[in-house]
């Protein structure tokens, strides 16, 4: 059934470290061999093999529309005709910013960037030269990118791959890197104290994508305002996986909550390699050429990279209900999963937000890393696989959101839940004859 993948990863892992450029993809956490995608169309991915799959990942995100959506990818092929880059300014780059302006609340001035990973780099640095601080506080389980100050309790592939500690992080770093439990405003609250007047940011997930899909609590996102607020430290929210998600304007309008600085990745390039960082235009003006913060990139504001994400962009300012039936697919998977989960008495829980949502097995609600990583992981390997072989692609971790997209019709959520009590079936059926 995967005999080509089984090849091409096995010819990888001469010339690629660990066989894949990105740890997660390399399934380490849930055994196997991972899968050589040869190409995906609206809802579905194919692999080399030939096997079709129901896709939830949607490359980690970005593929709100769906995979191959027919007018980002003619407007890539118009635009690749006349250079893929330039190296100087365009005027799509300043089409693109001023639409972001226009969809995101508090966003003055917005700078495009590479990765995600560039982008919450830059913006801690951004926040350390605006504030004259060093230190930082991040949470437990949260991914914002491979950078130093990042990876201290990590989530995502940190977390996967079960690394705690990570060798080439220096101590100094370490040290000015705090770290607090996902949703527990009190140790915020005790970090801020025992370190007033040296913390230049906080940066959160505003909804965690990387120990599943953990919402904040009623009062979190409000309470680290308010923090931020009384101390001036500058509020960073990663919208890597929520921005233009959760909502036309991420989760910060999703939310009511207002950040000091943003930060964007793959979403804003439709699935091209971008980022972005923006907010308040008093921060913003620190950074180079204005100010004397430094970030330069050859090709920040790539042109198509601009054109696929000014594409798919426009295409959901203009068609707001998306959000509303994106929603709605994922209630009904949610609730089709509860179903058959309780009919087979398995511990479970279920969170959800938007088209975001992650399966727990676990009887207690998950709501930080700890919660998280007390799941039946085991449980979730079996589960995977026999998902995978009835043609349901999952994130191949406990510790990542699943995404929705648009192009899912309700018949392919009815097989993903039929796929679902037949898997956990076997799986039961499996356990009674050990």
């Known amino acids: ?20 450029n990105s740890p997660v993809r390399a399934f380490k956490s849930v055994g196997g061999t991972p899968l050589f995608i040869r190409n995906a169309k609206g809802t579905y991915l194919y692999d080399a093999d030939g096997n079709k799959y129901i896709d939830y990942i949607a490359s980690w995100g970005p593929m709100i529309l769906g995979h191959a959506y027919e007018p980002v990818v003619k407007a890539i ?31 003055d001035l917005i700078r495009m960037v590479s990765s995600g990973t560039e982008a919450c780099m830059t913006a801690i640095r951004l926040a350390r030269g605006f504030t004259n601080r060093n230190k930082i506080i991040k949470f437990e389980g949260h991914y914002h990118g491979h950078a130093d100050s ?10 996967t791959l079960n690394i705690q500690t990570v060798p080439g992080v220096t101590a100094g770093v370490t040290n000015d890197t705090l770290t607090a439990p996902f949703n527990d405003l009190d140790a915020v609250i005790q970090l801020a104290l025992s370190h007033k007047g040296e913390i230049a940011a906080i940066i959160v997930e ?52 207002r950040a000091d600085l943003v930060t964007y990745g793959k979403v804003i390039g ?3 390699p ?8 008093e921060i913003m003006e620190f950074i180079a050429p204005l100010g004397k913060v430094y970030q330069a990139g050859t090709l920040s504001g790539n042109p198509i990279a601009m054109i696929a994400g000014y594409t798919m962009l426009n295409a959901l300012r203009n068609n707001p209900s998306i959000y509303e039936e994106l929603e ?5 998977l949610k609730n089709g999963l509860q179903k058959v989960l309780g009919e087979a008495s398995v511990p479970f829980t279920i969170n959800q937000m938007g088209s975001m949502i992650s399966l727990h097995f676990s009887e207690n609600p998950v709501v930080d890393f700890n919660s998280a990583a007390s799941a039946n992981n085991e449980r979730f390997r079996a589960f995977f696989h026999a998902m995978l072989e009835k043609g349901i692609y999952l994130p191949p971790s406990p510790f990542e959101s699943w995404f929705l997209n648009n192009a899912m019709a309700t018949k392919d959520l009815d097989y993903t839940i039929e796929a679902a009590a037949e898997s956990l079936e076997e799986i039961q059926a499996a356990a009674a004859r050990v």
Do not use: W
């Open 206 to 257: 505003p909804v965690a994508g990387n120990m599943g899909c953990v919402p904040p609590r009623p009062g979190f996102l409000e309470g680290l305002r308010k923090i931020c607020d009384e101390e001036s430290i500058v509020l960073i929210l990663d919208e890597v996986m929520t921005g233009f998600r959760l909502a036309p304007g991420g989760a910060q309008e999703r939310l009511n909550i």
């Open 150 to 159: 990042f990876l201290v309790k990590a989530g995502s592939g940190v977390a």
């Open 77 to 107: 092929q118009e635009a690749a005709t006349r250079s893929t880059s330039f190296g100087a300014p365009t005027a799509l780059e300043i089409e693109m910013a001023e639409l972001i302006i226009t969809m995101v609340p508090n966003v």
């Open 1 to 20: 059934m995967y005999e080509k993948s089984k090849e091409l990863f096995e010819r990888a892992q001469h010339s690629i470290p660990g066989g894949v």
């Open 274 to 281: 971008v980022g972005a960082f923006g907010g308040r235009r």
């Open 270 to 272: 439709g699935g091209m």
């Open 328 to 332: 709605q697919k994922t209630i009904y």
